[in-house]
């Protein structure tokens, strides 16, 4: 058989909920392997049901006994975790929008707020109150 066809049908049972992938998704099954994950073959959504796992051109690497766990990430899972990855690498570099930002999650550090301009004013804020059909004020942002 073409060693490119070779197909793995390993029996699962997934808690949560049920497999929820389009059928031409590209999704990829990892297994944790030393503390790393490893990619171990790429899922055949069309062949995959909810009792049988099928792994289009499966790893050597791959083990399969009772209880081992394997992870499924799609093409667009790994995009999202790509872009996040890069956002907290910028944030612990001091390169986002603000270099300080991860100061702001420890409790300690945390800086004190800026006062960039006075607060409104009562009359600034009236430009927001409403009034019902009566005339009566039914909101406003000052204090009342």
Known sequence: MDKRHEKLRIPYRKEGESLDYESDAKVEALQEINGELIRVGNVDIRET???TLVLENPKIRIQTNIGDT???RSQQDLSSFIRRRHAVTRILNAESAI?????YFEPLTCPHPQYLQPEPTDSDLDA???Y????ELSFSLNRQ
């Open 132 to 135: 019902d059909k009566d005339g």
């Open 99 to 103: 270099p300080s930002l991860i100061n």
């Open 128 to 130: 927001y109150n409403r």
């Open 70 to 72: 394997l992870k499924l």
């Open 49 to 51: 049901t909810q009792s």
